[in-house]
């Protein structure tokens, strides 16, 4: 049987804790001012801040008790989760640093500004390799199959040995790839700035299929649960699609652009809208089971944790509302956009 390296931490956040049955400790978000912010999950107080020297763009990750995010500051940064308190920080290349740390078999793996692919050292932060694009690296590093996938703003997806760092292929894909790969089934799935769905292999990067869902550009990514692809448009409409053959099975159409990453979680798709709402849909049907007036627009993605959506607008606010309801549970203010999805600390990790 193949060995497959599955994506840990982009699978655990972009599946958004599919089967996760226990409520967090700490919830962590990042925001346009400058700061990460550490809050208490169950009644969302904040518990400490953290200050960097520019916006935060980059999805937070919890490891070993570490929280690892990138600002565009050009900077990753190492924190104690519990404390706040610097561990480390490497230079990355300053500018918009939406790339997103990775932790696989104790290696960070993050993309950058200055157009590279950096693997780190998680404990240290000290550089194993770094692999040179063509063009900035604003996409989550996906891993799958001993090899790293990005895209790139140079219209391409690269394939980078996990080990080496060596390129294994490089694949055009008409346009800039600003969001992150999904991988199914010995597949890439990379969405472009004209909203193409284009479908390689991923041991050759032979294309394989290609969709076109928009006329525009959306931050939104590709998310694959069971066969079935979630994505939305600047269209203003949700996606979902057979994985295999890129055949429509429904799309939920709504009054503004989807640029938030849709959440799975039991029989139902979560996603943000410039609408200034939170939608759930029937995963079977995309009928909508309830939204959520959030007072601003949401560019930013929802996660799920055991019956409860985290998910942040642009009014410097995040929210935690009811998976079933959508009635508010608690909402935290801060200072500035939030456009992250947020990463979160267990009572077991704790324990451990």
Not at 247 to 266: L, M, Q, R
Request: charged fraction near 30%; proline fraction near 3%.
């Amino acid at each position: 049987m193949k060995k497959i390296y599955i994506v840990l931490l982009f699978c655990f956040f972009i599946n958004n804790f599919l089967n996760a049955e226990v409520n967090p400790k700490y919830v962590y978000i990042g925001d346009y001012d400058e700061k990460m912010y550490c809050i208490d999950a169950e009644n969302g107080k904040k518990v400490w801040t953290f200050d960097t020297d520019n916006m935060i763009e980059s999805n937070p990750a919890v490891y070993k008790m570490k929280l690892y995010f990138a600002s565009d500051d050009g900077k990753i940064y190492c924190l104690n989760a519990l404390t706040g308190e610097k561990i480390w920080s490497k230079e990355i290349g300053e500018g918009t640093n939406y790339s997103s740390p990775i932790i696989i078999d104790n290696v960070l793996y993050i993309g950058s500004y200055n157009k590279k692919l950096y693997a780190i050292n998680p404990d240290s932060g000290e550089e194993i390799w770094q692999f040179k694009a063509e063009g900035r690296v604003f996409s989550d590093p996906l891993v799958a199959n001993g090899r790293v996938y990005v895209g790139s703003l140079d219209n391409n997806v690269y394939a980078v040995d996990a080990i080496s760092g060596q390129l294994v292929w490089e694949a055009d894909v008409d346009e800039m790839v600003k969001t992150d790969l999904a991988y199914y089934n010995d597949k890439i799935y990379a969405y472009n700035t004209e909203e193409d769905l284009i479908v390689l292999d991923s041991e050759t990067g032979e294309r394989l299929w290609k969709k076109g869902l928009g006329d525009e550009y959306s931050n939104s990514s590709p998310v694959i649960v069971d066969g079935r692809l979630y994505v939305g448009t600047t269209d203003d409409e949700l996606y979902c699609l057979d994985a295999e053959t890129g055949e429509t099975i429904w799309k939920f159409y709504d009054d503004g652009e989807i640029h938030s990453t849709p959440a799975v979680y039991n029989g139902k798709v979560y996603f943000g809208c410039d609408d200034e709402e939170v939608h759930a849909v029937d995963i079977e049907t995309g009928e909508e089971l309830w939204d959520k007036d959030l007072d601003d627009r949401v560019y930013a993605s929802p996660a799920v944790v055991n019956g409860r959506v985290y998910i942040g607008n642009s009014d410097d606010e995040l929210f935690c509302l009811d998976a079933e309801t959508g009635d508010r549970i608690w909402k935290f203010e801060g200072n500035g956009k939030i456009v992250t999805r947020p990463a979160f600390l267990f009572e077991s990790d704790i324990l451990q």
